[in-house]
């Protein structure tokens, strides 16, 4: 089965930094485009970060400098780097397998997502 | 930057048929993909490059993009249907990009 596993929320402070992961079981990471999408609370998709297949990345304007995607081919996991937190990057993270077609990317598996709450 | 536009909310009778659209500048020269999201719940990707159905998504969705406006369509509602939908695009300058998101409300 194809599966995406989120782990690595937590209350953090303001100007802390943290880890998240993202277990994939049933394809392989390194040969899928892999991305994050947030959530704030009661507000819509926002787009954060991609890493292609072929190991090319970006960074949505607002995480850029802050965030880094990786991912680790022999655990097969997704990963992404906050530092710098800011309160307004309190949100659920959703990690997705990113199809890649003919300019136009989507969405096809999510998993359930890890919640990162910023806060003093 | 590509932007996509959504009404807030759209509400349907039960058992009718429910079109959600979303906007953008010449929007048929893009694919567009919709999601589904219930409460507390990940996003579903019902729709792909304008009207294509995942495997598993029953055939009253369809989606359509003619001019500035695709659209998702629910045919004969259920109140399982009841969930926010968000339409998405692919553009070169800002990667992927999401639309408000729209609420459907089963009456």
């Known amino acids: 089965e194809v599966q995406l596993v989120e782990t690595g929320g937590g209350l953090i402070q303001p100007g802390g930094s943290l880890r998240l992961s993202c277990a994939a079981s049933?394809?392989?990471?390194?040969?899928?485009?892999m991305g994050w999408v947030r959530q704030a609370p009661g507000k819509g998709l926002d787009w954060v970060s991609v890493i292609y297949s072929g190991g090319a990345i970006y960074y949505a304007d607002s995480v850029k400098g802050r965030f880094t995607i990786s991912r680790d081919n022999s655990k097969n996991t997704l990963y992404l780097q906050i530092n710098s937190l800011r309160v307004e990057d309190t949100a659920v993270y959703y990690c997705?397998?990113?199809?890649?077609?003919?300019?136009?990317?989507?969405?096809?598996?999510w998993g359930k997502g890890t919640t990162v709450t910023v806060s003093s | 930057s590509y932007e996509l536009t959504q009404p807030l909310s759209v509400s349907v009778a039960l058992g009718q048929t429910a079109s959600i659209p979303c906007g953008g500048n010449n929007i048929v020269s893009k694919k567009v993909h919709w999601y589904q999201q219930k409460p507390g719940q990940a996003p579903v990707l019902v729709i792909y490059?304008?009207?294509n159905r995942p495997f598993g998504i029953p055939e009253r969705f369809s989606g359509s993009n003619s001019g500035n406006t695709a659209t998702l369509t629910i045919s004969r509602a259920q109140a399982g249907d009841e969930a926010d939908y968000y339409c998405q695009v692919w553009d070169s300058s800002t990667d992927v990009v999401f639309g408000g998101g729209t609420k459907l409300t089963v009456l």
């Open positions: 049933g394809f392989t990471v390194s040969s899928n485009s």
């Open positions: 997705a397998r990113v199809r890649i077609t003919s300019s136009s990317n989507y969405m096809d598996v």
């Open positions: 490059r304008d009207s």
